[in-house]
């Protein structure tokens, strides 16, 4: 990994959702629900699913990064699990930020795969060294990404909540 970074600002993030979205569309991949990996993959998750006008999503709380480049042992849910029978035998759209090791995404496809054979993944960024390729990628890069949504320290005393 190089010290430099990618920066995705709002507009890019914008953009990126709006492309991924068609992507999706246009591949003739119309999803059933949208799989959200929380927390990264919320807010992409959630302009995907409006731009394919889909409304059925859910969220898997997935913990595994726990700083710039330390992550757990391996990645694991975190409650509330939800009851995940409603993907049973429909088309699955797995939605996060980045697919870095890709060792989140492949828990997440495992999971939803207990569940049903029509599973796709979408991703904003795609590093070479994950160990899935995803269905549909934005960018590929190797450097550490800034998202908008995580760029700034948390508001709870801990860090400036100024803008």
Known sequence: MTEEREV?????????????ATTVWESDYYPDIIVCVARGG??????????LDQKSLLVLNV????????????????????????????KVLIVDDVADSGR????????????TDQIRTAVLYEKPRSILSCDYVWHRTDKWISFPWSSLPPV??????EA
Request: hydrophobic share 35%; net charge negative.
């Open 42 to 51: 919320l807010i992409p998750a959630g302009a995907i699913a409006y731009a």
């Open 104 to 115: 989140t995404l492949q828990f997440v496809h495992d999971i939803c795969a207990q569940y």
């Open 63 to 90: 913990e595994f990064y726990t700083g710039i480049g330390t992550t757990l042992r391996d990645p694991r849910l975190v409650d509330p699990v939800p009851d995940n029978h409603g993907m049973s035998g429909k």
């Open 156 to 161: 709870n005393g801990e860090g400036n909540s």
């Open 8 to 20: 995705l600002t709002w507009n890019d993030f914008g953009v990126a959702s709006r492309n991924l």
